[in-house]
């Protein structure tokens, strides 16, 4: 445990509040794991949550063919679009921003695996919409600009829209997993990645000694 805090009477006392909204303020600090409480011994600040990063960057078409099975692409969409207001935010620029912005769908053999949205900022990889997706996937064309210095993991279960599910080729809607991506190179953002899977045909593993 952290340090440990006033006593309720002692923090109606310094804050001058009621005790019923000191009280209240301690249940809340302590659903949220801020602040942890020891019946008669008292309230101490949480040690921070350990974050452990299970992910790591992986390219699928070398996933596919190392377990024995082909891989193809089909490209959905390549062009350039002006970012919204939640895009600039991602990437730190102003609404409007020039961006790149690409859909592909990774078959595992017959069978889509993973449906891939990107981002790109231009000024980093200026000859993105030119490159030819079905031979050398944007992992590739990215990595051999410049390795990423950091990169934000963020992972949900979904329920796939319309376009997910045909994209996907899920004759009704499933789970799916979707991982949110940002790397940085030279303190700034320059790919945000979306990347869905079908539950049923794909999970994610990590492992780490700790």
Known sequence: MGDRLPSESELVELLGVSRMTVHRALRELTADGVVTRAQGVGTFVAEPAQRVELLELRDIAED???????????IVTLDAIRADSDLAMAFGQRPGARLYHSIIVHYEDDTPLQVEERFVSPHFAPDYLTQDFTLAHPHRHLSAIAQPEEIEHVVFAITPGVEI???LELDEPEACLQLMRRTWVGGRVVMKGIFTYSGSRYSFVGRYRP
């Open 165 to 167: 599910c045909a994209l």
């Open 64 to 74: 596919i063919v190392s377990n024995g099975h082909k891989h193809t692409t089909r």
